[in-house]
């Protein structure tokens, strides 16, 4: 079993920064894939950012692309989500998930994870 603890949430203006980490503990041997997920009040949860850690494949939802930068800290065991240019819509909880077994292909599922952290705020407003 593995275990997911996020943290960095935090209130900031629009066009700001946070940076979440996300640390794996357990049996974190093997194949890890990890995702970060958000979720706006009435709305489903979606998909970020995610990491195929072993062989380093990054995958981005459109809306983030090129504000938002997923990394490993490989010697913590550690996935780090770097936000900036952040906007009002990317206000939600902010889950870390992890999988052994999902595909690329279904990276963007939440069923595809077994393991979730407890969620972090992230509230952009002016």
């Known amino acids: 079993q593995v275990q997911v603890t996020e943290s960095g949430g935090g209130m900031v203006q629009p066009g700001g920064s946070l940076r979440l980490s996300c640390i794996l503990s357990?049996?974190?041997?093997?194949?890890?894939?990890v995702a970060w997920f958000r979720q706006a009040p009435g709305k489903e949860r979606e998909f970020v950012a995610g990491?195929?850690?072993?062989?380093?494949?990054?995958r981005y939802a459109d809306s983030v692309k090129g504000r938002f930068t997923i990394s490993e800290d490989n010697a913590k065991n550690m996935v780090l989500l770097q936000m900036n240019s952040l906007k009002p819509e990317d206000t939600g909880v902010y889950y870390c998930?992890?999988?052994?077994?999902?595909?690329?292909?279904?990276?963007?599922?939440?069923?595809?994870?077994?393991?979730w952290g407890q969620g972090t705020q992230v509230t952009v407003s002016s």
């Open positions: 998930a992890h999988s052994r077994t999902v595909i690329a292909s279904a990276m963007t599922a939440p069923s595809q994870y077994s393991n």
């Open positions: 357990g049996r974190t041997f093997g194949r890890n894939v």
């Open positions: 990491v195929s850690k072993n062989i380093g494949t990054t």
